[in-house]
Nanobody, 128 residues
């Protein structure tokens, strides 16, 4: 079964850090764009950061540039999102997703949210 499983969410104070992991099973990430998306209550889902498993090209939403870093380990079929300097507005359920690169670009995936595979999500709460 093809699955993406997120982990690493939790409660953190403003200014703190978290690292999210997205592990793929049933397939490898070769040839895929992989992205992190988030959805807060009452808001639409938004693309946070996406990466190409092929060449490492990345895309970041303006709201997280300089604070978040996406990376991948193709051998482990895992993508990470290092989140630093967290703000209350970062609070959301974070989802990882994967989509073939022949059907999308890294930027296109993050902007449109188009994806074949989605994880179940992990909650990130930033609060004092």
């Amino acid at each position: 079964q093809l699955q993406l499983v997120e982990s690493g969410g939790g409660l953190v104070q403003p200014g703190g850090s978290l690292r999210l992991s997205c592990a793929a099973s049933g397939f490898t990430l070769d040839g895929c764009a992989i992205g992190w998306f988030r959805q807060a209550p009452g808001k639409e889902r938004e693309g946070v950061s996406c990466i190409s498993s092929r060449d490492g090209t990345t895309y970041y939403a303006d709201s997280v540039k300089g604070r978040f870093t996406i990376s991948r380990d193709n051998a482990k079929s895992t993508v990470y999102l290092q989140m630093n300097s967290l703000k209350p507005e970062d609070t959301a359920v974070y989802y990882c997703a994967a989509h073939p690169l022949w059907l999308t670009s890294v930027q296109g995936m993050c902007v449109t949210g188009t994806s074949d595979y989605w994880g179940q999500g992990t909650q990130v709460t930033v609060s004092s």
